[in-house]
């Protein structure tokens, strides 16, 4: 099992920023790949960054590529999502993820893909962003 704790959200005004931070604890070791969603009430989770652990490779939702940074400090278990020119479109619980595929499963086809796949995921709790224009 992978325990994942996120916090660093808040209420910001448009085009400002935040960092979000997710602890990982755990069978950590087992992770393919880790990631960050969001949702609000009433939508789908959306899945919006991903990265492999060593952090040579990333991948965005087009909605935040730009404006959004994923990164890891391996040697804190700690994964983060720079969040810059916010916008209020922004708003919504962000969770982050620990993705743990059987092969020949690709990692990131886990986290872009269809909820089916959310079975491979773990999930930390919610972190709420609030962006007001």
């Known amino acids: 099992q992978i325990q994942l704790a996120a916090s660093g959200g808040g209420s910001v005004q448009a085009g400002g920023s935040l960092r979000l931070s997710c602890a990982a604890s755990g069978a950590t070791s087992s992770t393919k790949c880790m990631g960050w969603f969001r949702q609000v009430p009433g939508k789908e989770r959306q899945a919006i960054a991903a990265i492999v652990p060593g952090g040579d490779s990333t991948s965005y939702a087009d909605a935040v590529k730009g404006r959004f940074t994923i990164s890891q400090d391996n040697a804190k278990n700690t994964l983060y999502l720079q969040m810059d020119s916010l916008k209020p479109e922004d708003t919504a619980m962000y969770y982050c993820?620990?993705?743990?595929?059987?092969?020949?499963?690709?990692?990131?086809?886990?986290?872009?893909?269809?909820?089916?796949?959310?079975?491979?995921?773990?999930w930390g709790q919610g972190t709420q962003v609030t962006v007001s224009s």
């Open positions: 993820a620990a993705v743990v595929p059987p092969p020949p499963v690709v990692c990131f086809d886990v986290v872009f893909g269809t909820p089916d796949l959310y079975e491979y995921v773990n």
